[in-house]
Structure formats: C-alpha cells, structure tokens
C-alpha cells in the first residue's frame, strides 16, 4: 500500500512518519502523476485556502475530485476536512473557497477559537475502544452532516471524526502527539482488514 501525501502546503512530514511507522509507504503528491504511484491519500492540516489554489494551479484539483469520487481512499486533518467538504458555512461573495466537495457535510473554518484558542482534548474514538489525544488548531467545526456520512467521535455535541465510505476526516490534528490510531483505522478499513 501506498499512501500519496498531498505536498502542496501543511504538515505532511509528521503524517509521513506515522504511515511509514504502520508499514505504508508514502509519496509525496504535488501534480497529477503522481496520482498513478499511489494507492490512497491523506491531506494534512495547514491552510486550505492555499491548498485549493496550488492544486488548481498545479493542475490538481480536477484529477483528485475524480479519483475520489470513484472510490479512491482519502484521510483529511483539519484543513484537509476543509479541503473534502461538500460546503463550508459562511462563504460569500468576497470569500470563495473551492473545495474538493466529495465529503457530504458543512464545514465552518475556525470555529473553534483563533490561534491562541488552540486546545488539547481527548475523544472516544468508536472503533479504536480507547481514547486518543486531540489537538485543535484553528479546527473547522462540522455543522452539518449527510445521512451517509457516519459519525466517529463528536465533542460537545458535534462531530470531530467522520467516515463516508472510503473517506475518514477529522477537525483536529492526531499527528501532533504521534497519534497513529486514527490512520491505523483508515488504513485497515481500505485494505479490508479486521480491526
């Protein structure tokens, strides 16, 4: 299995490590051939406004819509939530954000405070039986959810992981504290594995 770690912008380096630490290999993916050398994708935190423009300029942004839409595997932190997203909440004339609009929910960027309102939690994570670390950075908050869109771990009452087929994503950043329980559920969950 091979994992592409979208290398536009974002912590992709701390994901790199935690795949390879789990026995996938990563490529780094920054234009549309690099597509052909992987098997799944994760798009790492960061800044999703960047990340849209330099996958459009790049020539990007239409081949990974469809390779997901066909069923190839992505895994979004934060701003790689953002990135998936069908709608983010509050866009207006002024601001307009593209997104990859494959993952069925409403997004609103940085719900969860400002830089300084950065927190740590943990979350009860269904499927993992254990709690993990989690770590909110300017998080998008999911207000809104598709019915085939299933719930994985919520924080006051909203959802902070989800699962729509062969998509995982959550608001917060598992790989700051080398959390790898996150990406060890996505990775079995597409190779077929049981748990």
Sequence with gaps: MTVGLLALQGDFAAHIKIFQDLGAKTHLVRAPRDLEEIDAIAIPGGESTVMSRLSERY?????????????????????????????????????????LGVLDCTVARNAYGAQRESFQTTLEVKELGDSIPATFIRAPKITAIGENVEVLASWNGAPVVVRQQNIVACSFHPEIEGEHRLHQLWLKNIQGRPE
Aim: net charge negative; charged share 15%; with cysteine.
């Design 59 to 99: 020539g990007l942004f239409e081949p990974l819509r469809a390779r997901i839409d066909e069923g190839f595997p992505a895994f979004g932190t934060c701003a790689g939530l953002i990135f998936l997203a069908k709608h983010i909440e509050g866009a207006s004339q002024t601001f307009q954000q593209t997104t």
